[in-house]
């Protein structure tokens, strides 16, 4: 259809008239070394925003260290990494890289939503406390607000009557989900998750990925770093297979799963089923 600017066509992912909105995360050839351990020798990937990219791979790989770059708890020492079209860290003028001012480089962290294997909920504040302890003490939301909107994620996660539990009396499960509550209040525009599932007892994965699934299907942009194979054939826009800190393959989830074109795609594949 026509536009009001001149002409110029408006499509998916464009914020205005002809300007094209960047990748929620672009990754070109990021390099991170811990020493003389080369960890991550050249990472580069895209995801689009409100998309799901599920990362998989061998233990050391570098999947951690890499959603640890994005989210700002490792430095990167090579390569670009942008979040939303902005350099992650670092300020670029004339070619040259100049560490961020802190203060920005907090801003941009706190866009970024983190859940980890191990909840590290507060133990001594309930669930509705943990929640609304970073939107009081970060974003200066009142107290009042904060509890509505703390209330309302809860609910979300399935939570409404557990706002008033300590951890101790939640399950695995349920303490997991508030950890993605907690990370929600901070209206993330991207979330990353490590291996969110890993430490709970099988029955109680279900809950927790329906929860991301459902974060998903409401249009949040996600990283995932997960071995349940299921929800990345389901959820997953794209699955990205990294070995050896570099991506060795990456494609639609189903056609990747199915008919992996690598041989270390195949033996890593061939190991979980
Ligand atoms: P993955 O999440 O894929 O299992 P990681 O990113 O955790 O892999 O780790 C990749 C490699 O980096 C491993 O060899 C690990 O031992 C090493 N590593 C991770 N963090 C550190 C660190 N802080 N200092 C030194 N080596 C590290
Ligand atoms: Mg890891």
């Known amino acids: 259809g026509t536009t009001r ?3 110029t066509t408006r499509d998916e992912g464009t914020t205005r008239a002809g300007e094209q909105a960047p990748p929620m995360v672009l990754a070109d050839q990021v390099c991170k070394n811990y020493g003389a351990l080369k960890v991550l020798k050249g990472v580069s990937l895209e995801v689009q925003r409100g998309k799901v990219l599920c990362l998989i791979g061998p233990s050391g790989s570098g999947k951690s260290t890499f959603l640890r770059c994005i989210n700002h ?12 079209g902005e350099l992650v860290g670092y300020s670029e003028r004339g070619g040259r890289l100049y560490e961020l001012h802190p203060a920005k480089a907090a801003r941009q962290r706190r866009e970024i939503g983190m859940v980890f294997q191990h909840f590290n909920l507060f133990p001594h504040r309930t669930a509705l406390e943990n929640v609304i302890e970073a939107p009081m003490l970060v974003r ?19 939570l409404a009557a557990k706002a008033d539990a300590y951890p101790a009396q939640l399950s695995g499960g349920q303490q997991q989900r508030v950890a993605i509550a907690r990370a929600l209040a901070m209206e993330p525009k991207l979330m990353l998750f490590d291996e969110p599932t890993s430490a709970l007892d099988p029955e109680l994965v279900g809950e927790v990925l329906g929860v991301m699934k459902n974060l998903a299907a409401a249009g949040m942009t996600m990283v995932v770093v997960t071995h349940e194979m299921a929800f990345a054939r389901e959820v997953a826009d794209t699955l990205v297979f990294m070995d050896g800190g570099v991506v060795v393959e990456s494609g639609p989830p189903r056609a990747l799963l199915e008919n992996p074109q690598h041989e270390r795609t195949q033996a890593f594949l061939s190991k979980l089923l």
């Open 5 to 7: 600017d001149e002409g």
């Open 73 to 84: 708890l490792e430095r990167v020492d090579a390569g670009r990494l942008y979040v939303d």
């Open 140 to 158: 200066r939301l009142r107290r009042k607000d904060a509890v509505e909107r703390a209330s309302a994620l809860l609910a979300q996660v399935g």
